[in-house]
T-cell receptor
Framework: DAKTTQPNSMESNEEEPVHLPCNHS???????IHWYRQLPSQGPEYVIH???SNVNNRMASLAIAEDRKSSTLILHRATLRDAAVYYC???????????FGKGTKLTVNP | DADVTQTPRNRITKTGKRIMLECSQT?????MYWYRQDPGLGLRLIYYSFDVKDINKGEISDGYSVSRQAQAKFSLSLESAIPNQTALYFCATSDRTGEETQYFGPGTRLLVL
């Protein structure tokens, strides 16, 4: 499994963009990059994933470096409901499990 | 209705007791998982099942057993509960797309006295 490095915590103000970084320098060529988040007292929730190209969905955008050794989750306008722990998880297609690290705790200030 | 449900949501038990946590899903997924989460830590995989006849150990299976009664049901048992099994337990499901998106239940908070 590829190892990941994420900041322990980050802060943002409401309605401002947030860029959550993740380093995954040992990622293999077939690993997808998944992002999940866990809101307080809830189970993890899928956010977005990608392989090589940048990806957008209704929740966020994922920017993947050209060498794939890092990625950035972008929340375009943070809301108070985005306060959560965000996990970056490289995983090989067809693999059996997600490996969760400690993630980044995002605090959103009103 | 939630796609992945867990019962009970909270449980207090005593050391040595056998307890079962249950997970049901209506997503029609073949793959199901059990994780535990300790305070301040990420999730760790206990067991997973790719279909009804397939059971696999995760990284922390000691002290736990599972049963896949049907495609939609996956139960986790603690044969003889001990205090360090106090944790938050999550069930998850995924389909076979190969892109490994998992969908999690709301969790069961277990306290072993």
């Amino acid at each position: 499994d590829a190892k990941t490095t994420q900041p322990n915590s980050m802060e943002s103000n409401e309605e401002e963009p947030v860029h959550l970084p993740c380093n995954h320098s040992t990622i293999s060529g077939t690993d997808y990059i998944h992002w999940y988040r866990q809101l307080p007292s809830q189970g993890p929730e899928y956010v977005i994933h990608g392989l090589t190209s940048n990806v957008n969905n209704r929740m966020a955008s994922l920017a993947i470096a050209e060498d794939r050794k890092s990625s950035t989750l972008i929340l375009h306008r943070a809301t108070l409901r985005d306060a959560a722990v965000y996990y970056c998880i490289p995983i090989q297609g067809g693999s059996e499990k997600l490996v969760f690290g400690k993630g980044t705790k995002l605090t959103v200030n009103p | 209705d939630a796609d992945v449900t867990q019962t009970p949501r909270n449980r207090i038990t005593k050391t040595g007791k056998r307890i079962m946590l249950e997970c049901s899903q209506t997503k029609g997924h073949d793959r199901m998982y059990w994780y535990r989460q300790d305070p301040g830590l990420g999730l760790r995989l206990i067991y997973y099942s790719f279909d009804v006849k397939d059971i696999n150990k995760g990284e922390i299976s000691d002290g736990y057993s599972v049963s896949r009664q049907a495609q939609a049901k996956f139960s986790l048992s603690l044969e003889s509960a001990i205090p360090n099994q106090t944790a938050l337990y999550f069930c998850a499901t995924s389909d076979r797309t190969g892109e490994e998106t998992q969908y999690f239940g709301p969790g069961t908070r277990l306290l072993v006295l």
